[in-house]
DNA sequence: TAATGTGAACTAGTTCACAGCT
DNA sequence: AGCTGTGAACTAGTTCACATTA
């Protein structure tokens, strides 16, 4: 999903973290987040594993490469922790986002107040559509597309969010990269073409449920095939842990 | 992601796939569709894996697993190729989602065209409180949570989806499972228990731009501690393959 | 000849299990 | 005593490169 590759000399400051882990931290600052506001100042492994649901060998190997910010036989500090992962994440700086188009979904995500307190905010609103532009949402008003390049240099916008139905995304993706900004998080369905340096990644409710339902329908072939006439137990469902 | 665990006694019609694959099937149908489309009938390794954004090595092996439907010299059947991949996932059963939480984002979902083209349509919303239960949104009314059970047996609702805040999400997890439901695709952001058997899917939307934030920092850090005088060509910027 | 299908080599990610601190 | 941090073993996923087939 990653599109930029850089050579491996990483700053001891910065170590290069496996793309995995990088996948993961935004979960474990979640979860610390929500332990710091029930009173906990320290946590274990296992605990913030649970909390961030994953295993606790997962999660210490994670934190190893961040450094060592944990003391043995008592846990994390879960302030210090949270402040070292937003570090790593680039959350110190507040970062701004541009969302363009504003039908549905782009008006749910305008309106979305999850994005302010986890480090971003919407600074502009665009469609192509004149219907949209100059509505007013929350306390943004929607602005045309055409003034994208000016209001990227005048917010230092860094991410852009594509709502676009899927025959716009190309030439939004485009523009976006156009006015300079270089993160992309995508939710038309289709890939997008965008110069090296440039990262996207893709977001697709469908993509989403078509995996569900492949489990759903191995679920329902794996329960079926061998009916035994339960003697002892349930028969079918696939096995847990 | 996937919680539940099947043993590996695949019948010989329905191999199980490696889970990188399955996720990337989706994609691979939703590029098929496009040039179905555009009126090719057949179409490359090569081809398909651009058009779905991968590399095509990896799409043979992927499809591959699916057993033989190309043709060497040629490239595979366009039509028979959805076929089978919309088999594999589940979808010749159409399947019907209820959505739980109608704020914002579940508007916007419940709005959403994309859904009914790729396999699913929402057949049921539900809420909470008082003030959403009565709302009409396309030709769906919005019902009371205490109905689930029952809407969603009547129905045949396979698959769950959660938008409503996230104090609230466990508490609908647990109905949902309570009504029979064993797929959930979860858009509040902290972890569900759920029994095994069941699969849950998250999708947070924080998450997604945290780890553009932290590709959007390395950027920034890379392309300054070396910040050569520029003598021939542009400095900075991560480089691509 | 052109493009699939696939063993083999490689790379990334996970889990184990325990040494080493506090 | 308890919990982190980490080498080592293992598992999953990717890429290469070519034999195979229409």
Redesign the pocket.
């Known amino acids: 999903m990653s599109q930029q590759r850089t050579d491996s000399s990483a700053s001891p400051a910065f170590p290069d973290?496996?793309?995995?882990?990088v996948?993961?931290l935004p979960e474990y600052l979640r979860a610390l987040h929500t332990l710091a506001e029930q009173g906990h100042d320290t946590?274990?492994?296992?605990?913030?594993a649970a909390a961030a649901g994953?295993?606790?060998?997962?999660l210490?190997?994670?934190?190893?490469?961040l450094?060592?910010?944990?003391?043995?036989?008592?846990?994390?500090d879960v302030a210090l922790l949270i402040t070292q992962i937003e570090a790593v994440l680039g959350l110190s700086q507040h970062r701004t986002v541009a969302l363009v188009g504003i039908g549905n979904l782009g008006h749910a995500l305008a309106g979305y107040g999850g994005f302010a307190s986890r480090g971003f905010s919407v600074a502009a609103l665009f469609d192509a559509e004149r219907a949209q532009v100059g509505e007013r949402i929350g306390d943004l008003v929607v602005r045309h597309i055409d003034e994208l390049a000016e209001v990227v240099a005048a917010e230092g916008i860094s991410i852009g969010v594509i709502t676009t139905p899927v025959h716009a995304a190309q030439h939004v993706a485009d523009r976006l990269v156009a006015a300079g900004v270089t993160s992309i998080l995508n939710f038309a369905p289709c890939v997008l073409a965008v110069p090296p340096g440039v990262d996207v990644r893709k977001v697709d409710l469908a993509v989403e449920m078509q995996i569900l339902s492949f489990h759903e329908h191995r679920k329902a072939l794996t329960a079926l095939p061998v009916p035994r006439p339960a003697p002892n137990g349930r028969a079918g469902e696939a096995i847990g842990t």
Chains 1, 2 share one sequence.
């Open positions: 973290l496996p793309e995995a882990t996948a993961r946590v274990s492994s296992e605990g913030l994953v295993n606790s060998a997962k210490r190997k994670d934190l190893s490469h450094g060592s910010y944990g003391t043995r036989g008592v846990g994390y």
